[in-house]
T-cell receptor
Framework: GAGVSQSPSNKVTEKGKDVELRCDPI?????LYWYRQSLGQGLEFLIY????????KSGLPSDRFSAERTGGSVSTLTIQRTQQEDSAVYLC?????????????FGPGTRLTVL | QKEVEQDPGPLSVPEGAIVSLNCTYS??????FMWYRQYSRKGPELLMY????GNKEDGRFTAQVDKSSKYISLFIRDSQPSDSATYLC????????????FGSGTQLTVLP
């Protein structure tokens, strides 16, 4: 079956512009996560959605970052007024549920470059 | 100090060697332990998942967890060039937090 998909695969933008990154989770998965991977760094948690519950936004680095999940499926991560330090690979993951043993499946990521 | 520490390498070994990858952690709430493999410009893929101290084996891979020492390892036997990738350890607590906490990853190259 289809895995997690993300678009675009690459995004180059100018400092100060807004960007939108999209994630299509695996069908039937109720939990969706966004992570950021900077050069030479591990994955950093950003935000988590579970069903219709309020999202866990505890990992968002600033108020320039926001995300939404429409209809419990597709999610969009928005970065406003991008800065050079926002350059990273943004990874989306989904899991069937949110119990401790649920496996998170990752998409290929969106590579964001802010000039 | 990071919650999860992982030697970034790079690590280079000859084909057929046994590879040992390690992570230490400081948060005793971590109860679930994973190893992900990430090829260049790809998303991480789950290799091993364990939630108890001891060893878990899957083919050429063995995951080892020592909760008393807060130390986890991944062993790769008979390493192959196709094993060349970045290996990330990840952990999850038993509490309400659902996100994974990752190590920085170890870059492995297996030379033919």
């Amino acid at each position: 079956g289809a895995g997690v998909s993300q678009s675009p695969s690459n995004k180059v933008t100018e400092k100060g512009k807004d960007v939108e990154l999209r994630c299509d989770p695996i069908s039937g998965h109720t939990a969706l996560y966004w992570y950021r991977q900077s050069l030479g760094q591990g994955l950093e948690f950003l935000i988590y959605f579970q069903g219709n519950s309020a999202p866990d936004k505890s990992g968002l680095p600033s108020d320039r970052f926001s995300a939404e999940r429409t209809g419990g499926s597709v999610s969009t991560l928005t970065i406003q007024r991008t800065q050079q330090e926002d350059s990273a690979v943004y990874l989306c993951a989904s899991s069937f549920g949110h119990s401790g043993t649920d496996t998170q499946y990752f998409g290929p990521g969106t590579r964001l470059t802010v000039l | 100090q990071k919650e999860v520490e992982q030697d970034p390498g790079p690590l280079s070994v000859p084909e057929g060697a046994i590879v040992s990858l390690n992570c230490t952690y400081s948060n005793s709430a971590f109860q679930y332990f994973m190893w992900y493999r990430q090829y260049s410009r790809k998303g991480p893929e789950l290799l091993m998942y364990t939630y108890s101290s001891g060893n878990k084996e899957d083919g050429r891979f063995t995951a080892q967890v020592d909760k008393s020492s807060k130390y986890i390892s991944l062993f790769i036997r008979d390493s192959q060039p196709s094993d060349s990738a970045t290996y990330l350890c990840a952990m999850k607590s038993s509490g309400s937090a659902r996100q994974l906490t990752f190590g920085s990853g170890t870059q492995l190259t297996v030379l033919p």
